[in-house]
């Protein structure tokens, strides 16, 4: 297994659902996604890959993702609109993200202090990064994310080719019986903002809400016994998703106190 380093410059391309993808991998565990590989064809499935973010007009720039490469490299159009009309095609792979953030991990900065000998801020995708330091990068992001792999023992080949794409993992299950408990103690009312989906859109929104798992299933890595009362919490969907636009998530009460300050 070999790492890649992937590049974003977002005064090239601009990453309209970056947002959407950052609480997709914080509350499902993951986002599937293709990125391109600049001119790299040795790239397999089930390399690994890290992300930097870097430009000349961008700010806040340095590591913001990792994850898994889910094929080799294919030809699709360019990225950049003006060479896909002339025809022009750049090499791609299906990417899966396990940890995703819009705000660096690990800044350029320090990545030069510490790994000085290789070069982060190639304007081309796919370098690959020597062993002797992506293992000890790889310390260092277990360490800011508190996040470890759960697909360490996935078999690549379940994967699909097509569209849509899919892939056979094992997740962690929710308790549908503790949510049902935690709905009977808490009510239909968000947590934070009060909102109630039946209010709202009445009988379409009867029974409704998402609940929140106040320490995520993917931070424990095992089973556990959910306590409904203490672990678990009813929030509307626009604060979920507020919940998790960071890895680790925003606490209740964290949430509540942004809320209180732009009413």
């Not at 020597?130 to 990068?137: D, R, T, V, Y």
């Not at 470890?148 to 078999?155: G, P």
């Not at 909102?195 to 859109?201: L, Q, S």
Request: aromatic residues 14%.
């Amino acid at each position: 297994m070999n790492t890649y380093l992937l590049i974003w410059n977002p005064s090239k391309w601009k990453w309209n659902y970056l947002s959407e993808a950052i609480v997709k991998v914080n509350t499902e565990g993951f986002f599937v996604d293709y990125w391109s590989c600049g001119r790299t064809k040795k790239i397999t499935k089930g390399d690994r890959f890290y992300l930097m973010k870097l430009g000349y007009k961008t700010r806040n720039k340095g590591l913001i993702a990792s994850g898994i490469i889910l094929s080799k490299p294919y030809e699709l159009p360019h990225w950049d609109e003006e060479q896909a009309k002339q025809g022009k095609t750049a090499l791609r792979v299906d990417i899966l993200f396990e940890v995703l953030s819009d705000i660096p991990i690990i800044k350029d900065e320090e990545l030069l202090e510490k790994f000085h000998e290789f070069s982060w801020f190639s304007q081309s995708s796919g370098i690959r990064i020597p062993s002797n330091i992506a293992n000890k990068l790889d310390k260092i992001w277990k360490e800011r994310t508190k996040k470890d792999s759960i697909f360490k023992n996935v078999n690549w080949e379940t994967f699909i080719e097509g569209n849509p794409k899919k892939i056979t993992i094992t997740t962690y299950k929710r308790n549908s019986y503790a949510k049902r408990v935690c709905l009977e103690y808490y009510g239909y009312d968000c947590f934070i903002c009060g909102f109630n989906f039946e209010k709202k859109f009445g009988r379409l929104g009867k029974g409704f809400i998402h609940v929140h798992h106040l320490k995520p299933l993917s931070e424990i890595g095992r089973e556990y016994e959910i306590n409904p009362i203490k672990d678990l919490r009813p929030v509307c969907a626009n604060c979920h998703a507020m919940l998790h636009r960071r890895n680790p998530p925003y606490s209740i009460k964290e949430l509540k106190e942004i809320l209180d300050q732009n009413k």
